[in-house]
């Protein structure tokens, strides 16, 4: 139980385009989703916390009009990095909590590479 | 403020030997959680830590949260190699008033290499 599915696991796009990454709670329901970034060995930098039915909230730092989050269910979050540039290349991670103490579970990453 | 200093940053061990790393904070934190990290994959959460004192342990792996609920310390005994991975320690970002945002905070993670 408790497994979140993200997808895709690696995309490459091109400067200038936009690139969609899904994130589905696929044995329960999560009104709070999170979306991190990750350089190489580096840790897990929080972007986002997404909340179904309402305006995501951003961290400090982070452009909401480049990463796009909506989460219009209570099983599915995407985020949508737009007019991506090479420095927008990053592993991408989701997670959402399964349970009141603590209990989070991390999608397997996207890895997007921008060309 | 409530960042987490994770310690060592890397590690180079033998097969069979134990490790220790550590994490502390200026802030108190009422959750501690380890997880571990496998190239391209998430994190994937081995011990949750829920009050100050408890030592938890889930098979080879051991963790206790301190007891001025500031540090929190991850044991691995008798490595072996599919231990390798990036080793991080996480918990709850509190306000003010000490109730928690469910948002988490990270180390900055160990990388443990182990040679057979």
């Known amino acids: 139980g408790a497994v979140v599915s993200q997808h895709p696991s690696w995309v490459i796009c091109k400067s200038g385009t936009s690139v969609k990454i899904e994130c589905r709670s696929l044995d329960f329901q999560a009104t709070t989703m999170f979306w991190y970034r990750q350089f190489p060995k580096q840790s897990l930098m929080l972007m986002a916390t997404s909340n179904e039915g309402s305006k995501a909230t951003y961290e400090q730092g982070v452009e909401k009009d480049k990463f796009l989050i909506n989460h219009a269910s209570l099983t599915l979050s995407t985020l949508t990095v737009t007019s991506a540039h090479p420095e927008d290349s990053s592993f991408y991670i989701c997670?959402?909590?399964?349970?009141?103490?603590?209990?989070?579970?991390f999608g397997s990453g996207t890895r997007l590479t921008v060309v | 403020g409530q960042q987490l200093n994770q310690s060592p940053q890397s590690m180079f061990i033998q097969e069979g030997e134990d490790v220790s790393m550590n994490c502390t904070s200026s802030s108190i934190f009422n959750t501690w959680l380890w997880y571990k990290q496998d190239p391209g994959e998430g994190p994937v959460l081995l011990i949750a830590l829920y009050k100050a004192g408890e030592l938890t342990s889930n098979g080879r792996l051991t963790a206790q949260f301190g007891i001025t609920r500031k540090d929190s310390f991850l044991n691995i005994s008798a490595s072996i190699p599919s231990d390798v991975g990036i080793y991080f320690c996480?918990?709850?970002?509190?306000?003010?008033?000490?109730?928690?945002?469910?948002?988490?905070?990270f180390g900055q993670g160990t990388i443990l290499t182990v040679h057979p």
């Open positions: 997670s959402a909590r399964w349970q009141i103490n603590y209990g989070y579970t």
């Open positions: 996480a918990g709850p970002l509190l306000d003010a008033g000490g109730t928690s945002y469910g948002k988490l905070t």
